[in-house]
């Protein structure tokens, strides 16, 4: 694979014959068109080849692109050629259209090495919120609920769980944090699937079977105003219906359980 320069431009060129032209701009963007015949494999090799060139010939340390969000080929090529999804600029196009955000540095691994494939998938997999909440139970079997500044319904203790955190120590953390306690995690209690909500995108809830070292002590002002112990029975006045399924589905079951919007799967 060669690269030849041709005024601002390159040719891309393979066993003699020019497969597609590319460009490097002064801001690193790098833009280019492979022959509509070309193969896909043979187009990756080509645009590594060009963005090997750029990095030591023209000394370039990041080249950058963009693409519509629907130009699933060119996007699946620069991805294969070690580009990494760096995000979406919405409405950035033509007639206001999507564009994902693409960007490879000279020092990121050489195209085969193996941690470069893995690099370019963990930055375009989907990814899902995670929620970790907490089943406490007093000596009456009454449920720890909290009352929350920014919501209308109180909802067991918990939250969202941190990037490379795991769940049973976000729910641990948040406890700390919002009621001042120490917890201990007992078990799994529940996994719910939660479907889209009100603008949040989907996500996943762990409901764990928590004990605490001591009653909540200094509650944390800024998100929770006061917490209750409320019994089973009356879940159903206090917080949101799928709270209370989830909490129904988890208490009746003897081994933990996955739910989907709080419902059994059937």
């Known amino acids: 694979m060669t690269i030849r320069p041709d005024g601002s431009e390159y040719e891309i060129v393979s066993a003699g014959s020019v497969i597609g032209r590319a460009a490097v701009h002064p801001d690193g963007g790098l833009t ?31 080249v950058q692109g963009r693409l519509p969000a629907d130009a699933k080929h060119d996007l699946r090529i620069a991805a294969r050629a070690g580009l990494r999804k760096e995000g979406v600029v919405r409405g950035g196009g033509v007639e206001q259209a999507d564009l994902v955000q693409f960007a490879r540095v000279a020092t990121d691994p050489p195209l085969a090495d193996r941690s470069t494939f893995t690099a370019v998938l963990n930055s375009s997999l989907p990814t899902k919120r995670c929620i970790a909440q907490a089943i406490v139970r007093d000596d009456e079997g009454r449920i720890l609920l909290c009352e929350l500044v920014y919501k209308r319904f109180w909802d067991l203790p918990g939250g969202v ?26 078990g799994l209690a529940a996994v719910s699937w939660l ?19 001591r009653p909540p002590h200094s509650l944390q002002p800024r998100e929770i105003k006061a917490v209750h112990w409320v019994d089973p029975a009356d879940l159903g006045e206090h917080v949101a219906e799928y709270t ?4 129904e589905q988890a208490l009746a079951a003897d081994v933990p359980v996955y739910l989907e919007d709080g419902r059994p799967r059937v």
Do not use: C, K, Q
Not at 244 to 247: A, D, F, L, Y
């Open 161 to 186: 769980v941190d990037p490379h955190e795991s769940p049973a120590t976000a729910v641990v953390r948040e406890l700390r944090e919002e009621l001042d306690v120490e917890a201990t995690v007992r």
């Open 244 to 247: 209370v399924r989830v909490i």
């Open 195 to 213: 479907p889209p909500w009100r603008g949040w995108d989907d996500a996943t809830l762990f409901v764990f079977d928590v004990e605490l070292d």
């Open 32 to 62: 280019w068109n492979f022959l509509e015949d070309v193969d896909e494999r043979l187009a990756v090799r080509g645009l590594d080849a060009m963005i090997e060139y750029a990095f030591g010939e023209l000394g370039v340390h990041r």
